[in-house]
């Protein structure tokens, strides 16, 4: 017990000496060091965050009702209205560093009729769990609403929730469960691509979210991580074509350039900050209805289909 909360202590040291200069805010058993991170809340919700770098800071919300626990920690209520979305906004007061949060109030999923939220179809979550880790299959507390004038807001910070949506028909809104692991497991990703040289702004999003309604009708397996928000299937897509990028600089785009991206994702994977993201990762192929990409998840156990090696 006492080799445990010494490691856990250790562990906070150095990640609060590996961030020196900027503010480390811890929330909802996550912790963040860059802005465009989003907190997603049902209505109502109080959420602690504690300041976990040196030194005393402010914390401004516009939206929902905040108190200050100590000169490091507040007590932040969401606002009532499901569907809302605004910012939190954390300062030092000596220095110039902010960081900035968004806000998004789910909608309960406990508000759902007949496998709907208003006039978009859901469907239900299947019951029970095909593994012994049952907490990652339960279905999701509540769902992003998604307009037309929320949806370029970002959910990390170099993604934005209108990624996520599910392609299913339907006008907006459009409903995502959110998946926080997911989205920084993404910027990890990214950062394995731009370290490769290419300036990924950020990457293309083939399928995120899908309804388990909509997962059914493409005849997806049961238990698919992506009912759950936290699988993306991506490409690396700087000229902006809508498919993969020649990652392995051999003139042609296939299968090998998914491969090379699995290659630098796994590359990171001794990094102790992607431990609490592991999770599924998978190459396909092109077909005559898309080109290659990889499925990431962070499901919290090791999955891995289609690696190869070239
Ligand atoms: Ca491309
Ligand atoms: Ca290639």
Redesign the pocket.
């Known amino acids: 017990m006492r080799a445990l909360f010494l490691s856990a202590v250790a562990n906070i040291i150095a990640i609060t000496v590996a961030y020196s200069g900027e503010l480390v805010v811890g929330f909802q058993d996550r912790q963040v060091s860059e802005s465009g991170y989003a907190v997603f809340v049902l209505p109502g919700e109080a959420v602690e965050f504690e300041l976990r770098s040196a030194g005393s800071a402010r914390f401004a919300a516009s939206v929902g009702e905040v108190e200050a626990t100590s000169d490091s920690s507040w007590r932040w209520v969401a606002p009532s209205e499901s569907g809302s979305f605004g910012s939190l906004s954390i300062s030092a007061l000596s220095g110039t560093a902010t960081l900035q949060l968004n806000v998004f109030v789910l909608i309960p999923a406990s508000e759902m009729q007949n496998g709907r939220v208003g006039d978009f179809r859901i469907d239900n979550y299947p019951s029970g769990s095909p593994r012994p880790d049952v907490s990652t299959y339960l279905p999701p507390l509540g769902f992003v609403e998604v307009t037309e004038a929320n949806r370029d807001i970002n959910i990390s910070p170099h993604f934005q929730i209108g990624q996520f949506v599910s392609k299913q028909e339907g006008d907006w809104p459009k409903y995502v469960a959110p998946g926080p692991k997911l989205y920084e497991k993404l910027e990890q990703l990214l950062y394995a691509v731009r370290d490769q040289g290419f300036a990924a702004e950020t990457l ?1 999003i083939m399928s995120g979210y899908r309804t388990p309604y909509y997962n059914r009708a493409i005849g997806n397996v049961q238990f698919s991580r992506h009912i759950y928000g936290d699988a993306a299937d991506v ?11 020649d990652l392995n600089r051999d003139g042609v ?1 296939n299968v090998t350039d998914a491969a090379t991206m699995a290659k630098w994702l796994e590359s990171i994977s001794d990094d102790p900050a992607l431990e609490p993201l592991e999770g599924g990762l998978g190459v396909y192929d092109s077909t005559q209805y898309h ?1 290659p990409f990889i499925h990431v998840d962070s499901r919290g156990h090791v999955a891995r289909w289609g690696l190869r090696e070239f």
């Open positions: 293309h490409f690396v897509d700087i000229d902006n074509d809508v498919y993969m990028d785009i080109g």
